[in-house]
Every structure is written in structure tokens, then in C-alpha cells.
């Protein structure tokens, strides 16, 4: 079966360093997205991305966030300074359709640890 | 704002007990329902899902109805096994234009002991 991978599970950094979260989507989708989850609390959206651009963002995903598909098999998500709440398990996710129909499909995660 | 609440956890039953976990919504236009399942360690997979009110999902001897007059989803199991020990999401998706995201509720942790 088609799987997200995310890389790595684990990141620890320091406050104020950038961070790169990468996600492998499925081949043929067409709709990606990244959530968060701060420990013990709910899974949270961030962002959607379709052709090649932002379709939809939350207010957690301001200044400090970005994303990027840099070639037709990776999708990112960069936090330019991180802080001590960014920390949280971090969720890729892709859909063929806009999830309506047939839900998403997400990765692994990847815990975000800042120090 | 579009919102879920599911009860509260942990959830701890014997193997073979039938399972309730409830799930009420709030959205303003039509929404998709999902129940989503995460195994300890792993990512947040799909269990069932539901596009239309009156529809029932099932998967893996897990089921839901979507019920528009009372604005729930309600996850069932008539026999859980130790293997079902996961955190359980509802969440929903709006139908029509302009909306991508999913909205979850804050999960409902389930422990089966043998």
C-alpha cells in the first residue's frame, strides 16, 4: 500500500536554528498538507499546498513557516527560527482529491524537539 | 468555527468488551466525517469515514453513522481486542469549495487488557 515518508522521526535543535522537515507524498496525489501536534493536545492544520502553491494556511503557519515542493517527489516545511513551542510531532499528509471523498493519507511524523 | 469534541480519556476495557467512543460536531456547511486511528509509535491512519448524513462507515469491525439531527459519529465495536489499543481521532472535512483542512478533536486513548 502507498505510504508518506517522513524524514528523520526525530530532530532536536536549538531556539532560534531553521529546521527542513521533508515528506515523500504519494506518487499520484495532488494535495499535501502539514498538522502538528503539541504533546497532549489536539492535531492541529497548518497548511494545504496544490499546484504548487498555498491553498489554505492556519494562523499557527505565520512568517516564521514555509513550504516548498523543490521537485516532483519532495514536499517541506521549513521553520526559520525555531522557539521552544514549535515543539511537536509533525504530520505530512497527501490526498488525491481534497480528502472530502476519500480522507487523507498521513506519515509517520516527525518529533520536533527545540531546546 | 467548524469544531469536534469527542469524550474524554483513557478509555480502558477487557478484551471482548463493546466499545463507545462518542463524537459530536459543529461545522456550518456539510461535512465529510472521519474516524482516524493511531497505533503507539506510528502516524495517523484511516479507520472509516462517511460523506452523507444517514451513511454508516465501517472498517475492521469498527463502525460509525453519521446522524445529521443529533450532529454525530459515534465510533462502535461490538468486541475489542488487546491489538485495538491505540488513540482514536474524530474529524470532519467540509463539503464544497474553498476548504482543505481537517478539524480533529483531541483524541480518545483506548487501552484493551486481556
Known amino acids: 500500500e502507498p505510504e508518506v515518508t517522513q524524514t528523520p522521526s526525530h530532530q532536536v535543535t536549538q531556539m532560534g536554528q531553521e529546521v527542513i522537515l521533508r515528506c515523500v507524498p504519494i506518487?499520484?496525489?495532488?494535495?499535501f498538507y502539514w498538522y502538528r501536534q503539541i504533546l497532549g493536545q489536539k492535531v492541529e492544520f497548518l497548511v494545504s499546498?496544490?499546484?504548487?502553491?498555498?491553498?489554505?494556511k492556519s494562523e499557527i503557519f505565520d512568517d516564521q513557516f514555509s513550504v516548498e515542493r523543490p521537485d516532483g517527489s519532495n514536499f517541506t516545511l521549513k521553520i526559520r527560527s525555531t522557539k521552544l513551542e514549535d515543539s511537536a510531532m509533525y504530520f505530512c499528509?497527501?490526498?488525491?482529491?481534497?480528502?472530502?471523498?476519500?480522507?487523507?493519507?498521513f506519515g509517520s511524523g516527525t518529533r520536533l524537539t527545540v531546546v | 468555527g467548524d469544531s469536534v469534541t469527542q469524550m474524554e480519556g483513557p478509555v480502558t476495557l477487557s478484551e471482548e468488551a463493546f466499545l463507545t467512543i462518542n463524537c459530536t460536531y459543529t461545522?456550518?456547511?456539510?461535512?465529510?466525517l472521519f474516524w482516524y486511528v493511531q497505533y503507539p509509535g506510528e502516524g495517523l491512519q484511516l479507520l472509516l469515514k462517511?460523506?452523507?448524513?444517514?451513511d454508516k462507515g465501517s472498517n475492521k469491525g469498527f463502525e460509525a453513522t453519521y446522524r445529521k439531527e443529533t450532529t454525530s459519529f459515534h465510533l462502535e465495536k461490538g468486541s475489542v481486542q488487546v491489538s485495538d489499543s491505540a488513540v482514536y481521532f474524530c474529524?470532519?472535512?467540509?463539503?464544497?469549495?474553498?476548504?482543505?483542512?481537517?478539524?480533529f478533536g483531541k483524541g480518545t486513548k483506548l487501552s484493551v487488557i486481556p
Open positions: 499528509a497527501s490526498s488525491g482529491d481534497r480528502g472530502r471523498r476519500n480522507g487523507y493519507t
Open positions: 506518487s499520484n496525489h495532488l494535495y
Open positions: 499546498f496544490y499546484n504548487n502553491e498555498i491553498s489554505e
Open positions: 461545522a456550518t456547511g456539510y461535512p465529510s
Open positions: 462517511a460523506t452523507k448524513a444517514d
Open positions: 474529524a470532519l472535512t467540509l463539503s464544497g469549495a474553498g476548504s482543505y483542512q481537517l478539524t
